[in-house]
């Protein structure tokens, strides 16, 4: 048996495979089957910013009352019927399992709705997983103050607990190399799951109307993480997890080889069922067999930036001994 055993924020994971944030993880008896499949460990569905936003405001604006404190106490009343549920998925999937449970939050500013994070630490999360999902849309918006919401955002949550809190965060930055360096110096900050999949607008052009692209991701997408993590691995001294794309063993080598310290699949499992996760554990041991590794730390980042003969592939766009001879 090869040992295929990492740390990740400071927890012990059997295996490198996490499912990410995702509707095969809300549920206490969902999250049992995924475990029972020999997953690392689960990322809870994500409790939206705007959720409880939204009907905190909806509430407020239809009550009325003449008295002091009505509307702390209805603000008190909207947060506790918003969380509940979500706290319960928390402590249920505790007793279920015995692998790591993450809470993960997709918010985008620093408002009041970050006192949930304790909550969310004293019902038993391991960790929790700011997803801070920045399209930089606004033209009137510098990217320095779209890059201060991170920063804000880490620094009141982290505040707030003493689990380990990791970032997963939007690929869209003017400097993300040196965006993603600067935030690894936040103290509190364990780690960065590299990147968010944003859902991606199409158009039918029969109805002349806006539809969703493909929400399943495809092997292809695996690039842009593994590009991003053989650059920084090394480079911060942060746990570093890719998402997005990793469908099978062979993207799972990949990433490891380029310094991740795990992955996140999600897609291959709605495709394939619970028991996709034991077909690339496996795959991920017979290579290990075939090249004589005895665990992770034997090949991590053994191709990332600094370790390889051409580091260019990695940070040209364009490469020229590549793509120069295609017409």
Not at 71 to 83: F, S
Request: proline share 3%.
């Amino acid at each position: 048996m090869k040992d295929l055993s990492t740390k990740y924020l400071g927890l012990d994971l059997k295996n490198p495979l996490i499912i990410g944030s995702c509707g095969l993880t809300n549920s206490v008896d969902k999250i049992k089957e995924l475990a029972d499949n020999g997953a690392g460990a689960v990322v809870l569905k994500s409790l939206f910013e705007e959720q409880i936003q939204g009907q905190l405001a909806e509430n407020l604006e239809s009550y009325t009352a003449d008295y002091p404190g009505a509307t702390d106490y209805i603000r008190e009343y909207t947060r506790g019927n918003e969380v509940d549920t979500y706290l319960k998925l928390i402590s249920g999937a505790k007793k279920a399992v015995d692998i790591p449970v993450i809470a993960s939050i997709n918010c985008v500013s620093a408002r009041e709705w970050t006192s949930f994070a304790k909550a969310v630490e004293q019902e038993g999360a391991d960790a929790i997983e700011l997803n801070i999902a920045l399209l930089p849309s606004n033209p009137k918006m510098t990217s320095e103050e779209s890059e201060k919401k991170y920063v804000d955002i880490i620094h009141a949550v982290s505040g707030m607990v003493s689990i380990p809190v990791t970032l997963k965060m939007s690929h869209y930055s003017a400097s993300l190399a040196n965006l993603i360096q600067k935030l690894s110096w936040i103290n509190n900050l364990a780690g960065f799951v590299l990147f968010n999949r944003f859902y991606t607008p199409d158009i039918d052009i029969d109805k002349m109307v806006t539809k969703p692209a493909a929400i399943f991701s495809n092997p292809s997408e695996v690039y842009e993480s593994l590009r991003w993590i053989a650059l920084m691995y090394g480079l911060i001294e942060k746990d570093l997890v890719a998402s997005t794309g990793v469908h099978d063993s062979e993207g799972l080598i990949k990433q490891i080889l380029a310094g991740a310290t795990a992955v996140q699949i999600v897609s291959t499992v709605y495709k394939n069922g619970a028991g996709q996760i034991a077909t690339i554990l496996k795959g991920l041991e017979e290579w290990m067999e075939q090249k004589s590794f005895s665990s992770l730390a034997d090949f991590r980042g053994n191709l990332s930036y600094e370790k390889i003969a051409e580091p260019a592939v990695f940070e040209r766009t364009q490469f020229m001994k590549y793509f120069g001879g295609l017409s």
